[in-house]
């Protein structure tokens, strides 16, 4: 080659800004540029001659690798000529890259070019994160409305349920006495179509029990009101952590029937109240609480849930502990990522935990995880009294 013209294409090959490898018989390096030097970690003199392209490579990249390269080869216009690869330099850290690969006609070398868009990968993960953020945050707050909705209806014939199931308890209790010296002179006689001896325990049963069964629904509604109620996102409310596990429960309370016949909960005594956002703790607890019976395998398996108080530490505590599947090791460090699901078929999104750990770094805590598989996970939030505030959380 004419030197001129060899030094120019030696200039092009330098400065073309992407990780740049010549290719001698499909594998060994014959040369390499600056770029290439910094994404391997290794020097020229280290890859020229010495090192082949597929040792940047593993598993599935790696066997892409090969068929797309011979495929370049047999097939130029046939086959792909860019594809995204996993690139392991020299500390076995991965960097995602664009590859492309050309062959030069005529001669058994190829050129391949890699771009690093590790960068790019991670900025349109987070825009995703955020958007999906966005469309949750739309789909609870369109939840939210109609779950007010509801409850507000309902409050209409529960408020009518509570009034007439304490008149007729009244009435019941003032009437007693009149049927009870009616059968004492008279002897037994039918009422609601049965003895008298045996109805009149029942039916003081079955009053008390449309009672009860109002009051628990009232306490759902409540709940699911304060629940769908707009959060305006300050820590800055006296909370009263005990109260966030209790109505927590109520709202997932149809789930934990139907995941476990062994549920308990253990309220801490004399706890102090935290400053925080109710909502967002309950949110919390209610995500923990529902990731737990969705690891159950069977009604047998237990959950528990506490709240205690680490006076030495001046922290809160709130311990949910499950028998479920537990988690994999390999898995355990992804928990906390967003989008990282294993419920992905199922429609889970990959946001629970994530959000949830959000919340909990806001307030200052955190949020913990232990699990063994085939045994059971245990989840640990620890909380200050005081979380520091916004500006230096921030910071």
């Not at 690798?65 to 097939?75: A, E, G, L, S, V």
């Amino acid at each position: 080659m004419v030197p001129a013209l060899e030094e120019r294409y030696r200039t092009i090959f330098e400065t073309t800004g992407c990780a740049t490898i010549i290719i001698e018989d499909d594998t060994v390096i014959s040369l390499a540029n600056a770029e290439f030097e910094r994404l391997s970690g290794y020097s020229k003199q280290e890859l020229e001659g010495r090192k082949r392209f597929t040792e940047f490579f593993a598993g599935k990249d790696l066997e892409r690798m090969k068929t797309y390269h011979h495929q370049r080869r047999m097939d130029p216009r046939g086959a792909p000529r860019n594809y995204d690869a996993r690139f392991i330099d020299r500390h076995g850290n991965a960097r995602d890259t664009l590859a492309t690969v050309a062959v030069i006609p005529g001669t058994q070398q190829s050129v391949a070019s890699f771009m690093d868009i590790t960068d790019r990968k991670r900025a349109e993960e987070q825009v995703k994160y955020q958007q999906q953020q966005l469309i949750q945050a739309d789909k609870m707050a369109t939840l939210g409305i109609l779950v007010s909705g509801v409850a507000h209806e309902i409050n209409n014939p529960l408020n009518f349920i509570l009034l007439n199931a304490k008149i007729a308890s009244r009435v019941w209790s003032e009437i007693t006495p009149i049927l009870q010296q009616y059968y004492e002179e008279k002897g037994d006689f039918a009422l609601a179509g049965m003895p008298y001896t045996k109805s009149s325990e029942k039916i003081g049963r079955l009053i008390s029990a449309i009672s009860e069964g109002a009051a628990r629904i009232e306490k759902i509604v409540t709940g699911l009101r304060n629940f769908a109620r707009k959060d305006e996102g300050e820590l800055d409310q006296a909370v009263n952590l005990n109260s966030v596990m209790e109505s927590a429960i109520v709202i997932v309370g149809d789930l934990i029937k139907k995941s476990t016949d062994h549920f308990s909960v253990e309220y801490g005594e004399h706890l102090p109240p935290l400053r925080g956002n109710y909502q967002q703790l309950e949110q919390v607890i209610i995500n923990l609480i529902t990731n737990s019976c969705q690891a159950l395998g069977s009604k047998e398996k237990s959950i528990t849930a506490s709240t205690a108080l680490d006076k030495p530490a001046g922290r809160l505590r709130v311990v949910i502990a499950d028998e479920g599947e537990g988690i994999p090791p390999e898995n355990m460090k992804h928990i906390m990522d967003p989008f990282f699901t294993t419920k992905r078929d199922s429609g889970g999104t990959g946001l629970g935990l994530a959000i949830s750990y959000n919340i909990i770094r806001n307030h200052g805590g955190d949020l913990h995880f232990i699990s063994e598989v085939g045994k059971g996970t245990v989840m640990t939030i620890t909380l200050p009294l005081n979380p520091p505030a916004q500006k230096e959380r921030e910071d």
